[in-house]
């Protein structure tokens, strides 16, 4: 089992920036692929950011590219979303995923472990 703590959400301006956490426990977070998704009201959980075992590989959402950069600190366990230029649409709650191979990360259903989530509002 790993489980999975984000924090790091707030209320913040359009062009603001915030950094979210995730921190983990439990089994070696090492080894894990990690992802971070976000959900608006009404409308599907979605992709932002993958990241592999090593940090070595990202992959993100073409809405996010270039604002968003996703890093891990494995001695740490930890995993952090640094969220630039922030826009209203951005808002949502984030969550931080889990899972053993970084394949198909964009899919939702393919990850072990969630987070409870943090809410991210951006105002315009």
């Known amino acids: 089992q790993v489980q999975l703590v984000e924090s790091g959400g707030g209320l913040v301006q359009a062009g603001d920036s915030l950094r979210l956490s995730c921190a983990a426990s439990g089994r070696t977070f090492s080894n894990y692929a990690m992802g971070w998704f976000r959900q608006a009201p009404g409308k599907e959980r979605e992709f932002v950011a993958a990241?592999?075992?090593?940090?070595?590989?990202?992959l993100y959402a073409d809405s996010v590219k270039g604002r968003f950069t996703i890093s891990r600190d494995n001695a740490k366990n930890t995993v952090a979303l640094q969220m630039n230029s922030l826009k209203p649409e951005d808002t949502a709650v984030y969550y931080c995923?889990?899972?053993?191979?970084?394949?198909?990360?964009?899919?939702?259903?393919?990850?072990?472990?969630w987070g409870q989530g943090t809410q991210v509002t951006v105002s315009s």
């Open positions: 995923a889990g899972r053993k191979y970084y394949v198909r990360v964009i899919v939702v259903a393919e990850y072990d472990y």
């Open positions: 990241i592999n075992w090593s940090g070595l590989s990202t």
